[in-house]
């Protein structure tokens, strides 16, 4: 028996992997010789992204799946993503939600009540129906507790270092994020004995930061600048970020918990 790979052989969901820190996790459950179900916002962006990571991971047990968050049908279409997985790849035992769209940033006195609805549909809504979707699908972990025969059920959702440390122009991230956390919180107690944890990143190096107002190299030098300050100097890149969830997938006795791994930001 194993006592440290704990993912051997389990069923991983996660949604947003097709790119960023969700790709990482992939990679990162594949690794861990878990069975991955990788949700993109399409099929064609769910197909492209297994193509990629089978031509690295070849004996990968992956299934790419499409499922587009943006719409009024919300829990719909995560009541199907998730009954795909389960029917194509077995049992599911840990979902993570790493879906986000782009940042919503700017004056406060610019921002208009559509663009902060839009912002708050991938930042509140999705969230929330993610967890409660996802009670449905993680029942196994009503048998009893991990280690005296149930099954180790678990939720891992994704905020960011901008709730625990303001800056100016993030003031509806800031919203969302924070809310993350208390809701991370107390989905552990209304979804119990599922586990529920979040991950809080700082920056990290992904598509999130693309704009069509900069160069690749406008790109890097605003990334470069932005972390200069931070003791570790530099941007996170995915495949280290990604580690906080694999602990948090791993350990059985971690709930309602927020792992931050923000660079050293908080210390500046």
């Known amino acids: 028996m194993a006592k440290y790979n704990k993912l051997a052989g389990k069923h991983i969901v996660v949604i947003g992997g097709s790119g960023g820190i969700g ?3 992939v990679e990162a459950a594949l690794e861990s010789h878990a ?3 990788l949700a993109g916002s399409s099929q064609q ?4 992204a297994v193509a990629s990571i089978k031509a690295e991971y070849p004996s990968a047990q992956l299934v790419g799946l499409g499922c587009d968050l943006s719409h009024s049908t919300i829990e719909q279409d995560l009541e199907t993503l998730l009954t795909r997985a389960a029917a194509l790849s077995g049992e599911i035992d840990h979902i993570v939600y790493t879906a986000a769209d782009n940042l919503t940033l700017g004056k406060l006195e610019e921002l208009t009540p559509d663009v902060a609805l839009k912002a708050a549909h991938m930042r509140f ?3 929330v129906m993610v967890g409660k979707v996802a ?8 048998n009893g507790s991990p280690g005296r025969g149930g099954k180790d059920k678990s939720l891992v959702l994704t905020t960011g270092s901008i709730a625990s440390k303001p800056s100016p122009g993030w003031s509806i991230i800031a919203y969302f994020a ?4 208390a809701l991370t919180r107390n989905l552990a107690l209304d979804l119990s004995p599922i586990r529920v944890n979040a991950v809080e990143p700082g920056i990290v190096n992904t598509g999130l930061w693309d704009s069509p107002d900069k160069t690749a190299q406008e790109r890097e030098a605003a990334l470069q600048t932005m972390c200069q300050r931070l003791p570790v100097g530099k941007p996170a890149a995915v495949e280290e970020v990604a580690e906080a969830y694999m602990y948090l997938l791993r350990d059985s006795n971690a709930t309602g918990e927020t792992v931050q791994t923000r660079g050293g930001h908080q210390l500046i």
Request: glycine residues 16%.
């Open 23 to 25: 790709r990482g996790v």
């Open 35 to 37: 069975r991955v179900t």
């Open 45 to 48: 962006s769910a197909d492209a």
């Open 125 to 127: 809504l999705a969230p």
């Open 135 to 142: 009670q449905r699908h993680l029942q196994g972990a009503v």
């Open 178 to 181: 924070g809310g993350i956390n």
